[in-house]
């Protein structure tokens, strides 16, 4: 199989440039969505999105518009809600998670052709991606990547030891809302090319991938920014290969997920040999 002859087409040339951004800052911010346990988290930020997408959908705006818009909102509320300790974060996620996607769904089932646009919503189009959706995600991938950048020194240590974060004199709730606007802006990144269902894979996967070949944290974020950019270039090449080659249509999205657990499984097998290695 050749890796590098479906991308001398324009339309996979575009479609990779997408998945290898996405991928790469998917990898980034994962690392600390598993280090903080917070997979649920990106599950719910995931799902809370759509009805903002289907709003936009319905007012003829940008998707990514509305998106961002109702992933800013879940990041607040979920900041918020989860800081009551009557409630918890938990509970805050489900209320939010449910009654968020529910308001998307009963949006979008009230037009015709509702089956066709939930399957675009739910998995993406990462094919069908032209130059202005491009810069739209290069553009949220920018501030999230700038942000990262700027906090991750701190956003590491409220990982690892929130006590001390705290006595150092840093806001942890502070800290929390910026962790949950950074994975809302890599979902609304990427919502338009995967979908809101996969998007949690390339959050999730990489990251906890490169947990297995690593303990350290700069090499764990350089692996899983790897490992995400690569299971997007394998993925899209594997499901051209297979669908124009084989005549057997494999979706884009779905294909770069499995690739991303197929390298997650090779971590899996790698890792007992390294910490053999390692004693």
């Keep these: 199989m050749n ?31 598993v280090l903080r346990r917070l997979a649920f988290v990106g599950d719910a930020l995931t799902h809370t999105v759509f009805p903002g997408i289907v709003i936009a959908h319905l007012l003829g705006r940008s998707l990514l518009a509305g998106a961002l818009a109702f992933g800013v909102l879940t990041a607040v509320l979920l900041t918020v809600l989860g800081s009551h300790r009557r409630v918890g974060d938990d509970a805050a996620l489900a209320i939010l998670l449910t009654s968020f996607f529910s308001v998307g769904v009963v949006l979008i089932s009230r037009t015709r052709g509702f089956t066709a646009d939930l399957t675009v919503f739910l998995f993406g189009r990462v094919l069908a991606v032209d130059r202005a959706d491009l810069a739209q995600t290069l553009a949220v991938a920018a501030v999230a990547a700038l942000v990262l950048a700027l906090l991750h020194k701190e956003l590491v240590l409220r990982a690892f030891d929130p006590e001390a974060t705290a006595a150092m004199g840093y806001r942890t709730g502070a800290l929390d809302l910026v962790l949950n606007l950074l994975i809302a802006l890599v979902v609304v990144a990427a919502v338009e090319a995967v979908g809101t269902v996969l998007v949690i894979a390339l959050i999730v996967v990489p990251a906890a991938a490169a947990r297995l070949l690593t303990d350290r944290v700069a090499a764990m974020t350089a692996l899983a920014c790897l490992l995400g950019a690569a299971g997007g270039w394998l993925g899209l090449a594997v499901s051209y290969e297979v669908s124009v080659n084989q005549d057997l249509r494999l979706a ?20 007992p040999l390294r910490r053999r290695s390692a004693r």
């Design 252 to 271: 884009a999205g779905a294909t770069i997920v499995v690739v991303l657990v197929g390298l997650f499984l090779v971590a899996a097998a790698v890792a």
């Design 3 to 33: 890796l590098f002859e479906p991308f001398t087409i324009p339309y996979m040339q575009r479609a990779l440039v997408e998945v290898l951004v996405l991928g790469a800052l998917a990898g980034a911010v994962g690392v600390l969505v």
